[in-house]
């Protein structure tokens, strides 16, 4: 099946400070890159869909502004987290349509903590 | 709005039981069906994808149905065994959608030796 890499797995910051998750498709182009979230024993939820070449569609009630979404290749889609805060820790998981258009592939996901 | 609910939310079986999970969504005006297994502190693993076509899906031990009109689907997995223990996670497509998953919140499952 088609690869999504994410990295990185896990990352500690500081509060007040940003980081940068990427994901990367590695044999395939990846027009559409979706990036969830996961609260402790709570089920994934859509933040923003990413489309290469143009900006991010954002779910209703997340920043734009706080959850920076770049997807300037069809290869590479990036989620910047700024002004990091103790509530922003999380799973974060990008997902993108594999090449048949039918499964959703996902990378391996990010636990960010903040501190 | 579609929502996705998972029964049970938690399910302890001693190894060797066949057993049923099981998912329901609002809206049956769906593209596709996946159920994915999330082990703890990792990323997702597609089991099976049903599409809105299709009644079932089978890979090895497990079998999903899907009944659009009623909109439910079933996770069967047969003989289970103590790694099949993570949670279960169900996500549909909605039709005419830029192939976002709604997902459910999961079915933890432990398998007992």
């Known amino acids: 099946g088609a690869v999504v890499s994410q990295h990185p797995s896990r990352v500690i910051c500081k509060s007040g400070t940003s980081v940068k998750i990427e994901c990367r498709s590695l044999?395939?182009?990846?027009?559409?890159m979706f990036w969830y979230r996961q609260f402790p024993k709570q089920s994934l939820m859509l933040m923003a869909t990413?489309?290469?070449?143009?900006?991010?569609?954002?779910e209703q009630g997340v920043e734009k502004d706080k959850f920076l979404i770049n997807h300037a290749s069809l290869t590479l889609s990036t989620l910047t987290v700024t002004s990091a805060h103790p509530e922003d820790s999380s799973f974060y998981i990008c997902?993108?349509?594999?090449?048949?258009?039918?499964?959703?592939?996902f990378g391996e996901g990010s636990w960010l903590t903040v501190v | 709005k579609q929502e996705v609910t998972q029964i049970p939310a938690a399910l302890s079986v001693p190894e060797g039981e066949n057993l049923v999970l099981n998912c329901s969504f609002t809206?049956?005006?769906?593209?596709?069906l996946q159920w994915f297994r999330q082990d703890p502190g990792k990323g997702l693993t597609s089991l099976l994808l049903?599409?809105?076509?299709?009644r079932e899906q089978t890979s090895g031990r497990l079998n999903a149905s899907l009944d659009k009109s009623s909109g439910r689907s079933t996770l069967y997995i047969a003989a289970s065994q103590p790694g099949d223990s993570a949670t279960y996670l169900c996500?549909?497509?909605?039709?005419?959608?830029?192939?976002?998953?709604?997902f459910g919140s999961g079915t933890q499952l432990t398998v007992l030796p």
């Open positions: 997902g993108t349509v594999g090449p048949s258009g039918n499964t959703i592939y």
């Open positions: 044999d395939f182009q990846a027009t559409t």
């Open positions: 990413s489309n290469e070449g143009s900006k991010a569609t954002y």
């Open positions: 809206d049956s005006a769906i593209y596709n």
């Open positions: 049903i599409q809105s076509s299709q």
């Open positions: 996500a549909v497509i909605i039709q005419g959608s830029a192939r976002q998953l709604t």
